[in-house]
């Protein structure tokens, strides 16, 4: 594996994977082994670099932390040398399966390929308060599948002011009695069958706003809102929403599906042919990294099949 910051703009690949979470490293694993070259594109940003630890990963019976999986999977790429690494946030991309596809970055690097696999993962919604960041994945969380598990019994504050921040406290509190939820915003959005079901769960909705946290090492112990209540917590599970990273898929001309998520059939193809789409940015499964893992090798694979001449293929 080649690591190349300042790659040139005749630089080219079989394959341009933008994302280099679970998905993207997968997909750059299963195409390397298809002996395909690879142009990886990672700024280290995203879902998989925040601190949370990962519990449904099979093969891990204590865990393993995300990023933890990504530097496994960096190790593990390491060893091909058809697949380069770029840093570089790649801001535009165009072409088509017949000319082939012009990846662009800020300062006017270029790359090229004769396919594209999105992993863009997607922008999560958290409540922003000083030092907000030091929280996610620690004492801060958004998955249940993930975090749930291992806040049973303790005392949980949901945040959120939609039908989808009301369920998921409902879910919760099959796991522990001590559930809240706190809008945190100027409006409440849970419908009126919500809220009822809160009220009938005995789950308070506090309308109030975070100010700030009380909190050491990444372990939330009270969250103050700006009406100077204190809200003493083990955990905050943010429900805000996240927006899926489309901008590039736009560009393409991809399809999206009426969520706003980039649209994909089983094979992980996109509406545009030689453009195919892995891990969160789809949702097609719910926001796991082996779902991601495995849309990454679906994509690999579809992507690999494509690129065969005419005479290989029995379709």
Request: aromatic letters at 8%.
């Amino acid at each position: 594996m080649v690591t190349d910051p300042h790659a040139t703009s005749d630089s080219s690949a079989d394959a341009l994977v933008v994302g280099g979470g679970p998905g993207g490293l997968s997909a750059a694993l299963y195409l390397a082994r298809y002996n395909r070259s690879v142009l990886v594109f990672d700024t280290g940003h995203g879902r998989s670099t925040h601190h949370q630890t990962n519990h449904n990963y099979l093969g891990f019976p204590d865990g393993i932390a995300t990023v933890g999986l990504r530097e496994l999977g960096r190790e593990q790429l390491a060893r091909y040398d058809n697949i380069r690494f770029v840093h570089h946030r790649v801001t535009a991309i165009s072409g088509d399966a017949n000319l082939g596809f012009v990846a662009t970055a800020q300062g006017g690097h270029a790359w090229h390929g004769r396919v594209v696999i999105l992993a863009t993962g997607v922008l999560d919604h958290f409540p922003h308060f000083p030092g907000w960041e030091q929280y996610v994945g620690r004492s801060m969380f958004w998955c249940i599948t993930c975090d749930g598990y291992e806040n049973r019994g303790r005392n949980i504050l949901v945040v959120g002011h939609t039908d989808a921040a009301a369920g998921e406290a409902m879910q919760l509190h099959s796991l522990t009695d001590r559930v809240r939820l706190l809008t945190n915003s100027e409006t409440i959005g849970i419908s009126p069958r919500f809220q009822q079901r809160l009220e009938n769960a005995n789950i308070p909705v506090i309308h109030d706003h975070i100010r700030t946290v009380e909190g050491t090492n990444g372990v939330m112990t009270a969250v103050i809102t700006r009406g100077n209540q204190r809200l003493e917590l083990n955990s905050l599970f943010s429900i805000q929403g996240a927006t899926p990273e489309t901008g590039l898929a736009s560009q393409l001309g991809v399809k999206l599906a009426d969520s706003g998520w980039v649209d994909v059939d089983s094979e992980q193809k996109t509406s545009v042919q030689g453009v195919y789409a892995a891990g969160d940015v789809t949702a097609l499964h719910s926001h796991q990294v082996t779902a991601a893992v495995h849309e990454g090798a679906q994509a690999a694979s579809a992507a690999n099949y494509f690129l065969y001449p005419p005479e290989l293929k029995a379709d």
